[in-house]
């Protein structure tokens, strides 16, 4: 149903990349949740009232609530797509994390509260009435909801959306509970043991767990976090295709939103004695028009000139790498520079520390300068700056 729709609504509807795509995307998840959950609280409303049963008359509440995260995902979608102003340069994107965020925490409330109505019916248990309406109202529901799974699931991948993704996790918990409820309902039934208060506490807390869950996928872009490893071997890629670039180095990802994303990085290019600065910047030039093309995205790209043909710098760099992999094999360097002195000659350049290494800077800096003093042909000094990978 979900792609007949999408072909039918969605303009170029398998250009995921493309932001209008996505929120078209976004939105008719979200309508569609917002229908499919008003049906099922209305079909469990009725079944819990029919069979007096507080577990199925949580999940119906449940369900509402769903309704309501529904609601925030489609508006959350709808206003990331507003287009950037004076006081949001950068767009609205991160709208749908915080989107994403209200629906966590919607479904944590609600597992609180389906907890409390569930402890009250264990002090004070109620007899349960059973019938076959009830049975198929629940079974209908579990199928439901698997279908919700899929589709917002497997859209949430397509378009890269942490919010389908917790819409998705919120349905799976949603099938769980449901099945716990009709378990407890035939147990009543044909055993006559009266378990719906404990499969109600059971309810709340896959609920709690689900939300928990969704709450760090959507916490976790907009703290700031480290891009895909595809995605940098993308950039890797079509920097390769211009061969006077020999390496990058500082490449930052800037994430204001899905579909609004800012690169940074710093290409080393060779200096040659005929070398002509306006070509090399023309190179630079046509690198981030096509990553802008290729990556929908805005990219600065700062030059950094090499030595290209001075044999002792290439024999100090070398010989400074091994020392650095000496101390730690996760240690990396880039912008070698040797700046020679009447006294004395520094070795300038960054050092890359990944964030779960423990060694500090004034330790790595300390055994650095022990080993290049070492060096018999010249006396020589460490200065070296730290970086961290944010790529």
Not at 277 to 303: G, P, Q, W, Y
Request: aromatic share 8%.
């Amino acid at each position: 149903m979900i792609k007949l729709l999408s072909r039918i609504f969605i303009k170029d509807y398998k250009n995921y990349e493309s932001p209008a795509v996505r929120s078209s995307y976004g939105v008719l998840c979200g309508g569609f949740g917002i229908f499919l959950n008003i049906l099922l609280f209305i079909g469990k409303f009725l079944a819990g009232t029919l069979a007096k049963s507080v577990s199925i008359t949580a999940d119906a509440f449940n369900n509402l609530a769903d309704a309501g995260s529904s609601i925030i995902t489609l508006l959350g979608f709808r206003l990331a797509r507003q287009k950037p102003d004076t006081k949001h340069p950068f767009g609205h994107g991160r709208i749908e994390y915080i989107a994403g965020l209200l629906v966590s925490a919607a479904i944590i409330l609600m597992g609180f509260e389906l907890a409390k109505s569930s402890i009250s019916k264990i002090i004070s248990p109620e007899p349960i009435e059973f019938s076959v309406l009830t049975a198929a109202i629940l079974v209908c529901s579990i199928l439901v909801k698997l279908y919700m799974v899929f589709y917002n699931k497997s859209i949430g991948k397509k378009i890269k959306s942490a919010t389908l993704g917790a819409t998705a996790l919120d349905s799976c918990s949603d099938c769980i509970a449901t099945s716990v409820v009709l378990v407890s309902s035939l147990i009543a039934h044909f055993f006559k043991i009266n378990i719906d208060g404990y499969c109600g506490v059971l309810v709340a807390a896959f609920v709690i767990y689900s939300g928990i869950r969704a709450l760090q996928e959507t916490i976790t872009p907009l703290l700031g976090q480290a891009p895909d490893r595809e995605f940098i071997e993308r950039i890797q890629k079509l920097i390769e295709e211009f061969p006077e670039i020999t390496g990058i180095h500082d490449l930052i990802v800037h994430d204001y939103g899905p579909g609004r994303l800012m690169i940074s990085l710093h290409a080393e290019m060779p200096v040659y004695e005929d070398s002509d600065i306006f070509a090399m910047h023309d190179i630079i030039d046509n690198a981030e028009r096509l990553l802008s093309k290729e990556l929908e995205c805005l990219v600065t790209i700062h030059l950094d000139p090499t030595r290209s043909n001075d044999e002792k710098v290439a024999e100090l760099k070398a010989k400074t790498v091994n020392v650095l992999h000496g101390i730690s094999p996760e240690l990396s360097l880039h912008d070698f520079r040797v700046v020679p002195g009447p006294t004395h000659t520094n070795l300038i350049f960054d050092v890359v520390i990944p964030f779960d290494l423990k060694l500090k800077e004034d330790e790595i800096t300390e055994k650095l300068n022990s080993a290049v003093s070492e060096w018999d042909d010249a006396k020589y000094y460490v200065v070296a700056s730290f970086d961290r990978p944010y790529a």
